[in-house]
């Protein structure tokens, strides 16, 4: 438009006018601007449409610019690349950015596209990663073409590890060792999600495609299932200790794999030896890798838990669950930060079995009451028994589930009246006299 007014271009004698993106610029508001410059245009012309999506706009330009159009589709409409892995994680709205760092520290070797929806989020969520000594960068509308092509040669070259996009940004990315698309926020078109999982698994490669939601947005989940006919798999952000782990590992792999150039470090190794030669072998090792290690492992020392679980709604009224099994005391309560929802996502992930195998939660101020199925009940006693939650050694006991008489303060009923309870000095915890058997 700017090289017409200045009439300097003249569009009168173009045979083909083609529109790259045309549902990217309608939704960037260019409409009447499309509109402007196919007017100008001789009618007697091709016109050639290309749009991952086909909205009602898109056919309104084809209905008055076009004639007798002929639509040609390449796949199936939405259908989803089947080499790439679908898996959503829920968490709390507040909570996205850990889980996003969470999801970087534990996949090491992710080269990956984090989508967002403003440019203005884009933008913030670089400039943290990139503060906390990720190599990150953003791509989005505000960019001009010298920085976006230098953040996508950075990007291309493997500098950056993470590039932060807008949707429209993102489009054209064809970088075929992209190995996973994290969408931070859904997208508000659901057909959008087909185009930014599809940056992965190019080439015939896989790739894995995580998206963060909140509760709420778990029906979404089901919707763009449907759209694309594929399953999401249902994943958990990685623990501290699980990162830590992963991380160890994958040190420990390159440390074998790694080449060493003996002629050029043979000169230096009798000085390494000689300043090593009062340790052992198993005290080298542990002194090498806590060297290398000790960072992640004092950020991570008692992080907390970031995964939402799915049985907690509104109101927390997790305790209306129903499962016919053993009844268990265990010493820790809202006083460790804990609520039902909470407690259920500790429960599961120690022990490793599944949320319906758990029933009715009760959470007190120093301790709480949980029901599980009587073939789990040694699992989570093997697992959460004697285990230190927070400074505190957690004790798990088992006891009678009482169906008469009267209900006690906590909500639960005596037998005839004689099943006292007692506090305990140690840590706050609370024993039955009656009715219990400690492990």
């Known amino acids: ?39 100008d245009a001789p009618e007697e012309k091709r016109v050639w449409l290309f749009s991952a999506t086909m909205p009602r706009e898109v056919r309104s330009i084809a209905s008055a610019y076009m004639y ?7 796949g199936k409409k939405n259908q989803g690349n089947e080499n790439i892995e679908h898996q959503y994680i829920v968490v709390d709205d507040r909570n996205r950015y850990a889980a996003l760092k969470r999801l970087v520290d534990f996949n090491y070797d ?5 989508f967002c929806r403003t440019k203005i989020d884009t ?23 010298q920085q976006r092509d ?3 040669k950075s990007f291309k070259d493997k500098i ?72 999401f798999e249902k994943k958990l952000i990685p623990t501290g200790a699980e990162i830590c782990q992963k991380k160890l590992l994958g040190m420990v792999h390159r440390l074998r794999e790694v080449e060493v150039p003996e002629q050029e470090i043979s000169d230096f190794l009798p000085t390494v030896y000689e300043e ?24 991570y020392r008692g992080s907390k838990d970031l995964n939402q679980s799915d049985f907690e709604t509104r109101g927390e009224k997790v305790h209306d669950r129903f499962v016919v099994g053993d009844r268990l005391f265990i010493n820790l309560g809202k006083m460790d930060g804990l609520d039902n929802g909470k407690l259920l996502a500790l429960i599961c992930e120690r ?5 319906k195998e758990i029933g009715k939660i009760d959470v007190k101020g120093a301790y709480s009451f949980f029901e599980v199925e009587k073939q789990s009940t040694d699992q989570v006693r093997e697992h959460l028994h004697g285990f230190e939650y927070k400074g505190r050694m957690v004790r798990l006991e088992l006891t009678e589930a009482r169906r008469e008489g009267k209900r006690d303060r906590g909500g639960e009923r005596r037998s005839g009246g004689g099943d006292k309870k007692r506090k305990s000095r140690s840590g706050g915890s609370f024993s039955h006299r009656k009715g219990k058997k400690r492990y």
Request: proline content about 1%; charged content about 25%.
């Open 1 to 39: 438009m700017d090289l017409m007014d200045r009439k300097v271009i003249k569009l009168q004698t173009i045979r083909f006018l083609i529109l790259d993106e045309a549902d990217e610029m309608l939704n960037m508001g260019f409409k009447e601007d499309i509109d402007l410059i196919l007017a």
């Open 68 to 74: 007798q159009p002929i639509e040609l589709t390449l």
């Open 150 to 152: 230098k953040v996508m």
């Open 123 to 145: 933008q913030r969520v670089a400039e943290q990663l990139m503060s906390d000594g990720y190599n990150a960068n953003s791509l989005h509308g505000d960019l001009s073409q």
């Open 160 to 231: 950056l590890q993470i590039l932060v996009a807008t949707d429209v940004a993102a489009r054209g990315i064809d970088v075929s060792n992209i190995t996973h698309v994290i969408h931070l926020n859904l997208p508000d078109e659901i057909e959008f999600y087909t185009h930014r999982s599809g940056r992965t698994a190019r080439a015939g490669k896989t790739g894995i495609s995580i998206a963060l939601v909140t509760k709420r947005e778990v029906s979404k989940i089901k919707q763009i299932e449907k759209v694309i006919n594929m399953r």
């Open 276 to 299: 090593l030669k009062d340790l052992t072998k198993e005290e080298v090792i542990r002194k090498f890798t806590s060297l290398e290690f000790n960072h992640l492992l004092d950020y």
């Open 351 to 355: 022990s490793g079995v599944k949320g």
């Open 110 to 114: 992710m080269f990956a596209v984090v």
